[in-house]
């Protein structure tokens, strides 16, 4: 897409925002987090989040890349020319991508080898412990992963090399209301297994006395992933929206139906790992050894098996391509670089970073930082500290540095839409998200 260009069509920029919103954040990180972090807690304190927090982060996002029409580092040199301060939101976001992606991609490596397995019915018939096991064993592998990984990869940056994420955005809008569709089919399934109503129960029940500072931390973290917020990536989408849209209505939709496909993960992983006997803090292998399980149950069960694992690859593939956008488009504007160029060598630093955070998951690794394997290391850094952080000053620097007039007059496109509610978005822009952020912040510094 060239940069004069914007989206075609309401529905596209919705789809393509929500292309980087739904992927693996929703299917496989959201379960492994509300499953860590008290089940209905974390799910109550997530979704007031998503409403307070990254709902007007996202409209602040949109805003800042309409308004300046740049990439993320750009952007705040444009809309506060002379400033060089500013720009470190920008750069922290490149960052962030880049590290993100790192792990994102040893992730979608699992999902391809569950793509691979599929096809063959390797899982047909096997227990539990089996599926655990030979997912064990595929952590600590070196080659299968690497090459899983390299293939994701080097996907990605084909797409955005050639172009022709246009494509994809225009299959995604077919292939994501079937991914929907089979999630509900999951749910239904799910919702008559025997510890149905356990599962349900710790996913949806909130019980108060758990929402701690590292609940708040998590449940933050989690939003920012998976709206893709406090890095930039929307800031780049925000600049193909054409003036005519509503951000609003638009960041609405999004957060919608990015916190539904999330939710549907929910009803589908808990009561199956409940009754399959996984626990809900177990961490990867809850989505990665309980959907086999489910698939194992069901009539049909090796098409649905195949096309879910398919699906989420696709997911997958529309948030790395998202992701991988932020530091390709800061190499092109701000540096000059060719995109063909700067696509492959931010592939291939990814690619690095990336088999280093999958050899970090084998037993008894030497790879750590902070005390934890890089994978996890460079998972709690970037949601817990850079996005966080990144949103924080996102929402400052629209409510306390960018000129109130230029944000109204982009938010209410030139005063046409959003009147009623402008006023109320801007103080929560300008002091309640900030404020909440920073609580939880601190509340994690201190502890
Ligand atoms: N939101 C994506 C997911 O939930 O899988 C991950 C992601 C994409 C995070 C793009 C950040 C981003 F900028």
New binding site residues.
């Given amino acids: 897409m060239s940069k004069k260009e914007s989206f075609g069509s309401k529905f596209g920029i919705i789809a393509a925002a929500a292309g ?7 299917i496989y ?1 959201f379960p492994c987090e509300a499953g860590a972090n008290g089940g209905g807690a974390f799910f109550i304190v997530y979704l007031g989040i998503v409403l307070l927090m990254g709902l007007p982060l996202m409209v602040s996002e949109f805003v800042i890349g309409r308004r300046s029409g740049k990439n993320p580092v750009g952007a705040f040199h444009a809309l506060v020319p002379g400033s060089k301060s500013w720009g470190i939101i920008g750069y922290m976001g490149v960052l962030c ?1 880049f590290l ?1 992606l790192a792990f ?1 991609c040893t992730v979608a490596g699992w999902t391809i080898d569950a793509v691979g397995k599929s096809i063959i019915n390797y899982y047909h018939g096997l227990d539990k412990d089996t599926i655990l096991t030979d997912f064990n064993n595929l952590m600590n592998e070196s080659w299968q992963p690497i090459l899983s990984e390299g293939i994701f990869v080097f996907i990605t940056a084909f797409v955005i090399v050639k172009g022709v994420t246009k494509g994809i955005e225009k299959y995604s809008k077919i292939l994501m209301p079937v991914l929907l569709g089979i999630l509900i089919v999951l749910c239904v399934k799910s919702l008559t297994l025997p510890a149905a109503g356990k599962g349900i129960a710790f996913f949806l029940k909130p019980d108060f006395s758990k929402i701690t500072g590292e609940v708040l931390i998590s449940a933050l973290g989690q939003a920012f ?4 917020l406090g ?1 930039g ?1 929307l800031i780049t989408y925000g600049s193909y929206i054409s003036k005519k849209d509503n951000l609003t209505s638009t960041a609405f939709a999004v957060c919608i139906s990015d916190t539904l496909i999330a939710v549907l993960a929910g009803i589908v992983i808990f009561p199956a790992a409940f009754t399959f006997g996984i626990k809900p803090e177990a961490g990867n292998e809850l989505a990665f050894v309980t959907l086999p399980m489910l698939f194992n149950q069901m009539a049909g069960g090796y098409f649905f098996c195949l096309f879910f694992f398919l699906l989420l690859t696709i997911a ?1 593939l529309t ?1 790395s391509i ?2 991988l956008e ?1 530091p390709v488009l800061y190499l092109t504007e701000q540096l000059n670089i060719s995109r063909k160029k700067a696509t492959v060598y931010s592939a291939i630093a990814v690619f690095i970073l990336c088999v280093i955070s999958s050899e970090s998951l084998h037993d008894n690794t030497p790879l750590k930082l902070f005390g934890l394997n890089v994978f996890n290391a460079l998972d709690a850094f970037t949601s817990k500290f850079l996005m966080t952080i990144g949103g924080l000053l996102t929402v400052v620097f629209i409510g306390w540095k960018m000129k109130k007039a230029h944000f109204m007059d982009e938010y209410t496109n030139g005063g046409k839409v959003n009147m009623g509610i402008r006023n109320i978005m801007y103080i929560i822009i300008k002091f309640l998200a900030p404020v909440a952020i920073l609580i939880i912040l601190i509340t994690q510094f201190i502890k």
């Fill in positions: 980087s919103a739904i992927g693996l954040g929703n990180r991508a993100i994102y992933f998976s709206l893709s890095m990536a997958a948030s998202s992701l932020v």
